[in-house]
């Protein structure tokens, strides 16, 4: 499976941004796909992910009731929409899947052995 992210871009703060995640090679539908995100010079964090059953979504705290994550109904893209944008939102965005991710490892980045190359989202004060 081979994923590319898309929608990044420079934006203020306040303003929104639309990420997705394309497969190819494969849907993603009975996979687990997530977002993580990588500051300079922190580590990289979890932002959402959604399960492979049931499309239950799970949100880091920091970007819960702004952030969105949805499936399309081809099942090859996923987005993550992104509101109320905040400076330290601003990091390299990078989507992950997963075909056999359990629930309570949703959250973690050695859970997904595909990842997309990233994609910026900078937000300016």
């Known amino acids: 499976v081979q994923l590319q992210a898309s929608g990044g871009g420079l934006v203020q703060a306040g303003e929104s941004l639309r990420l997705s995640c394309t497969a190819s090679g494969r849907t993603l539908r009975g996979y687990a796909v997530a977002w993580f995100r990588q500051a300079p010079g922190m580590d990289r964090e979890f932002v959402a992910a959604?399960?492979?059953?049931?499309?239950?979504?799970y949100y880091a705290d920091s970007v819960k009731g702004r952030f969105t994550f949805s499936r399309d109904n081809g099942g090859n893209t996923v987005h993550l929409q992104m509101n109320s944008l905040r400076p330290e939102d601003t990091a390299n965005y990078y989507c992950?899947?997963?075909?056999?991710?359990?629930?309570?490892?949703?959250?973690?980045?050695?859970?997904?052995?595909?990842w997309g190359q990233g994609t910026q989202v900078t937000v300016s004060s």
């Open positions: 959604i399960s492979r059953v049931g499309n239950s979504i």
């Open positions: 992950a899947a997963g075909p056999s991710v359990i629930t309570s490892s949703l959250r973690s980045q050695t859970a997904y052995p595909y």
